[in-house]
């Protein structure tokens, strides 16, 4: 009676032993065939980074009236970790902005200059400027037709509210080390110097935003057209297509699809969205589009 008892327990142990040896063997075929799928497409997603902002070094935090939005070396930074990340095979970067400060949009070019990955852009409402200069090193540029584009330029305004102080009996003095010391104050009008010295600065920094365009565009480039919008004019996206600042006119997927094209991964190879800090704006609140005027001092932008 004891072997019988012995015998069925041992059976039993046998059994499970059995079921679980099975079930391991199971689970392990699962993980091949997954491991197989995951292989063929690397694992990897296309990211897709929304620049939905003025392009500014110091960002703006989030108030009642409006979003939070990122500084130029938050989203430097995002995309250097991108380029660092092994799940993400190419990146699309949605375009969405009027530009903005010539510092942050040299920082965030930058970085884009350095991403290894396939990386592509898709021009929405609005790309112009800083925008525009941002993108110049992008492998592929696809722009929805009546997409603002272009404003390929540099501007550096200041205000004059002499003639205001002057009726409401305000004087300012100013005890100064050289006689250029208080350029761009407001409380006078510029002097011819100091228009000619400003001048050569604004030139200096267009040339390096023309000769950025012709490093990246240059063979694509309509060159007699491209020379007709130096003179800061926005453009449409089909007009940039026409000169060759864009490479295809289309949307977000057409964008998506070509990154993963480029990148060698599946068609139905997942996006991940990366966050960055952003808030859109409308036509008509661009104003570093249409109204360059700053209360933060002498501020130079691409425009």
């Known amino acids: 009676m004891l072997d019988k008892s012995a015998k069925k327990r041992d059976n039993v142990i046998y059994g499970t032993i059995l079921v ?119 492998d592929y540029i696809i722009s929805d037709p009546a997409t603002l584009t272009g404003s390929i330029g540099v501007i550096i305004t200041f205000s004059d509210l002499s003639g205001l102080f002057e009726k409401i009996g305000y004087n300012s003095t100013s005890i100064k080390s050289g006689e250029l010391k208080d350029i761009g104050s407001s409380d006078r009008p510029i002097t011819d110097k100091e228009r000619e010295i400003i001048q050569a600065a604004v030139d200096e920094i267009f040339e390096d935003f023309k000769s950025i365009v012709l490093k990246h565009r240059g063979s694509k480039l309509n060159k007699a057209k491209f020379e007709e919008i130096l003179d800061g004019r926005v453009i449409t996206g089909k007009q940039a297509k026409a000169i060759g600042l864009v490479d295809e006119l289309g949307n977000k997927k057409d964008a998506i699809n070509k990154a993963r094209e480029l990148a060698g991964l599946p068609e139905d190879a997942p996006t991940c969205e990366i966050s960055v800090v952003s808030s859109s704006s409308g036509l008509f609140g661009l104003n570093s589009l249409f109204s360059p005027s700053s209360s933060k001092g002498i501020e130079v932008k691409f425009q």
């Open 20 to 138: 679980l040896a099975i079930g391991f063997l199971v689970l392990v075929g699962l993980v091949f065939v997954l491991s197989d799928s995951f292989s063929i497409s690397g694992g990897k997603c296309v990211a897709v980074v929304n620049i939905n902002n003025p392009l500014s070094i110091e960002g703006s935090p989030e108030s009642l009236l409006s979003s939070a939005l990122p500084s130029s070396e938050e989203i430097a930074n995002k995309i250097e970790e991108l380029d660092k990340r092994e799940d993400v095979g190419a990146v699309v970067f949605v375009i969405n902005s009027p530009g903005g400060s010539v510092v942050a949009s040299r920082e965030i070019y930058t970085s884009i200059v350095n991403l290894s990955k396939p990386k592509v852009g898709y021009f929405r409402e609005v790309a112009a400027s800083g925008a525009y200069y941002i993108s110049t090193p992008l």
